[in-house]
């Protein structure tokens, strides 16, 4: 942390008006939040918030905090959402994680990632920039192209997607053309064991993956031990219940909270509307930042029920103890304006105490009321929740 939390939330408040009225709404005064730990009595803002903040009050919502002119570059992501660049070296701190995975001087990196509005392919940049590394502007498509510049600059890492390096692993066999990237850091879509298997099989020895999102840059890093994302230090992260908004312990699962550290956009307390969990016991490979598990899922899969988020998670977790039932799906139906919540099971030989060791599982472990229903039939694909109800 470059300053003290109070003084840099002092200087939000004071220049980004949308920050001094989020306080206010909540009551509260910046000079109440002083540890990370007061951040958790601003509500957490949520993507929509901040799509309807800036159309509201465009460009930025009013959570700017220097003069646009000030700005290194803008982005503008789906949504539409404008996202602005501090002007500084590495503003989205990706050195960290690419210098975990390997990432040095003078490395000749490809960088996979689009620079058309959007700021991943940016952002990368400036981070291997930082890292002295020169960078193959190649952004996505033009795959022959992209190989034979690999081929002929003797590119040795790469950022970018990782179906996108098989895809150009492929291209270049296709083409005779022998590559040599050695390391690569992939991120924005899962990296399932078999892809880093077959990636690092295929000459590229070192694959790990990052995890971050265009408004917050890198939440997160693998080391050499691959066993979850490392939290950088220079951002703010909590896991927090989807429902309340507050800090879980370590371990629960929760929406990743973001606040960033710096003084020209006050991005605080922002939902990232990802799920994951914390574990802080020590990595082998000393760093003592505690990791994220990974990623778990959208909160957007949450369906509200009498007011709360039920997500598939919550009832997928709940259910593993359950080996007898076969299949299940929870329906959500409304009569007189009540939300119901129903588990249909497939469970045949389950025996009749089953019902209420599910209501009871489910009171205990996912707060909330339901009914169990046996069913004879559920389809292979049902999804852990059908929502029934209509709002007519
Ligand atoms: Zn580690």
Known sequence: MTEPLSELIAYLAEHAPAFARRLQAAGLTPEEIHRPEDLSRIPVLRKDDLVDLQTADPPFGGMLAVPMQALKRIFQSPGPIYEPEPNRPDPWRWASALEAAGFRAGDIVLNAFGYHLTPAGAMFEEGLRALGCVVLPGGVGNQEQQV???????????????????????????LGLPLQVEKAFVTAEPLPPSLRRELQERGVIVVRQGYGT????????????EDGWHVPEDVLIQICDINTGQPLPPGEVGEVVVTLLHREYALVRFGTGDLSALHTEPCTCGRSTPRLVGWLGRVGDAVKVRGMFLHPR????????????????????????????????????????????LKHTAREAIKFRLQVRRVDHLPPDAPPIRDERTWE
């Open 214 to 225: 265009a408004e917050c840059g890198n939440l997160g890093y693998e080391c050499e031990a």
């Open 148 to 174: 034979r510049a690999m081929h002929a600059l003797g590119v040795n890492g790469y950022v970018g997607l990782p179906s996108y390096l098989k895809a150009l692993l492929d291209k270049a066999d296709e």
């Open 314 to 357: 919550q009832l997928r977790e709940m259910m593993v103890r359950f080996p007898e039932v076969e299949r299940w799906q929870a329906v959500v139906t409304r009569h007189d304006h009540k939300d119901e919540l129903t588990l249909e099971v497939v469970a045949p030989e389950a025996p009749p105490d089953l019902e209420e060791r």
